[in-house]
T-cell receptor, first 114, second 113 residues
């Protein structure tokens, strides 16, 4: 069984730029969630995608957007980057129909905005 | 009040010690509860789910008190490899795979020889 994979692992961008982060779901999983983890904090929910539609969103501005593809992989896009966007971005996939199925995370993308 | 609050830590303990982590949550409608472990600069990994009756996995024991909205994790006979940050996690949905997982800030544990 292939786990959740994310790319790239590290990224450095300049304030005002745009970034796209990618996530491949675990095999058989149809739901993808994205989290932001700032240094010294717990992860915070950005949004979740189910069958290519946004299915819940946390307290993040519209410049954070996402996509889910027919193969259930996903992208997180952030426009107009700000210094505070520097964080570890985590993706997790799941299959809610399997009942009690806690999230398992990918190894994350560490974004630095300068 | 934060949705999930944990002991601020850090905890520095010798090998073999017993250590307890405490966590409280604010929303009484929460349905599922977890402890995740996160090593430095790595992703969080599920340590164990927490059930109403309490549950044990080897040296780890988790307890849930819904009336007090309190969750705990006890580690017995701590090992050097237990050094990590422990995250208390609450979900409004049963099962933990839908919607918003709400994480505490985490408590860092360092186990020394």
């Amino acid at each position: 069984e292939t786990g959740v994979t994310q790319s790239p692992t590290h990224l450095i961008k300049t304030r005002g730029q745009q970034v796209t982060l990618r996530c491949s779901s675990q095999s058989g999983h149809n739901t993808v969630s994205w989290y932001q983890q700032a240094l010294g904090q717990g992860p915070q929910f950005i949004f979740q995608y189910y069958r290519e539609e946004e299915n819940g969103r946390g307290n993040f501005p519209p410049r954070f957007s996402g996509l889910q593809f027919p193969n259930y992989s996903s992208e997180l896009n952030v426009n107009a980057l700000e210094l505070d966007d520097s964080a570890l971005y985590l993706c997790a996939s799941s299959f809610p129909g399997q009942g009690y199925s806690p999230l398992h995370f990918g190894n994350g993308t560490r974004l630095t905005v300068t | 009040r934060k949705e999930v609050e944990q002991d601020p830590g850090p905890f520095n303990v010798p090998e073999g010690a017993t250590v307890a982590f405490n966590c409280t949550y604010s929303n009484s409608a929460s349905q599922s509860f977890f402890w995740y472990r996160q090593d430095c600069r790595k992703e969080p990994k599920l340590l164990m789910s927490v059930y109403s009756s309490g549950n044990e996995d080897g040296r780890f024991t988790a307890q849930l008190n819904r009336a007090s909205q309190y969750i705990s994790l006890l580690i017995r006979d701590s090992k050097l490899s237990d050094s990590a940050t422990y995250l208390c996690v609450v979900n409004m949905n049963y099962g933990g795979s839908q919607g918003n997982l709400i994480f505490g800030k985490g408590t860092k544990l360092s186990v020394k020889p």
